[in-house]
């Protein structure tokens, strides 16, 4: 099993909903958010191309927050989600300095804390929060070792690419364009 | 050229674009965890060496430092945390892929070891030191009989600190100004020069302050080589590095680092300690005095810059 996300760069208008149902389906403190929207502007004017991407946690198959840990606390659950138990996290970090898509935040609890690809619902076989909310259905979750999962039709016949590869990360968030 | 413009939707103020995590505690640490593993190393090495009776102040004076700067190191480490009271966690595992584990276990033997080396020596330096108790009198007998064992096991301790302080930061993959293989000998070095400045500040012996000063010149000049191969690597490499590279050329931490790391911090101390050796009276507080300012200024460029370095994406 392979949990990843692909999300249409042409689809999405950077609304923010994902952000916002992220935030209160997983009660994020105020001021924080697991997932962001990054609008990115090509060409020169009056040329100009825009995108948006909507971003979090890359779910790392070699994740570098999860080697850097500690205490163990930073872990890989089934399906390669990548998870912080808030219990054996000491806030020292170093994951969040090891993190190339700046993923993490101190939770005001003072424990790390991150997107978890909704994994309380995953399990029972929903989508992530996010994905259930977007308007323009342009994020597609699934595992990508079933080929008639969303994602995995999603990433069939489109080109996609992931940020930051030379990190050498192995991202699991794939960018439709 | 294609211009491309970047514009993140995290305007968060808990998150972004203050990222900056880590600040004076580890910088602070770095340098004393160095320090620390500079007196340890030397005062085991002159004891491996038989070189007791010559070198007096390394291997007994100065090595009071080492427990205090490490008690002082953890002690900013702990403030560093974000949820402190589950700062034993660190101690229910080991893991050997995280530097940070493999520094918190090291820590874990060194700082205690390095207060009974301090308490061995305390009837040497206090005639009038008296333990009160019978089984610590015994200790102390088994620890002096047993010298150069601990001597030894502190030896190597006091590397695995030393590099560690480097290392720690050289292994995020994610800030590019950091993950740097050199950096760890660079920063075993660095902390070795400032472990023997602060004996050389304390020793009231010459000969011993020229021997010293003898080892220092070549840190000194092991540690310039190191800082010339970290900047060819970072000419050489991909854009990331190039950007990290610019933060010291022009950028805004080329001051603190060429001032007040290279010249003030290693060229001048070098130039008065050759000075020294040459004959020449030089007080000996300001060579030590610079070089440790210069370390600790170094550990604060490092620990800054580096947080500014990332992926471009």
Redesign the interface.
Known sequence: MRYAMAIDTNKCV?C?DCVVACQTENLV?H???RD?????????YPNLDMAFQSERCNHCENA?CV???????SHIAEGGIVLVTH????????C?????Y?AR??H?????DKCTFCIHRVDKGENPACVDVCPTYCLHFGDLDDPNSDVSKALKDRNWYV??P????KPQLYFLR | MKEELIVSGKHLPGIYPDLHLWHWEIALYLFLGGLAGGIIFFASYFVIMGKEKEMPTAVKWASIIAPLALVIGLGALFLDLNHKLYFWRLYTTIRFQSPMSWGAWTLLLITPLSFIWVASYLKEMFPSWDWKFNFLNQFEKFVIKNRKGLAWILLILSLIVAVYTGILLSAFNARPLWNVSILGPLFLVSGYSSGLAAIMWISKNESERKVLSRIDLILIAVELFLIVHLFMGFMAGTAVKQEAFNLFLGGPFTVSFWVFVVLLGLVLPGVLEIFELRGYHVPKWVPAFLILFGGLVFRFVMVEAGQITRYLY
């Open positions: 950077g923010a403190p001021g924080f958010s962001w929207i990054v609008e990115k502007v090509d060409g020169t570098p080697r850097c840990c500690p205490t163990g606390s219990d054996e996290c000491i806030g020292c970090g170093a969040i300095e090891s993190c190339p700046d935040y101190v005001p609890d003072g424990y790390v940020l930051a030379e990190a050498g990360t």
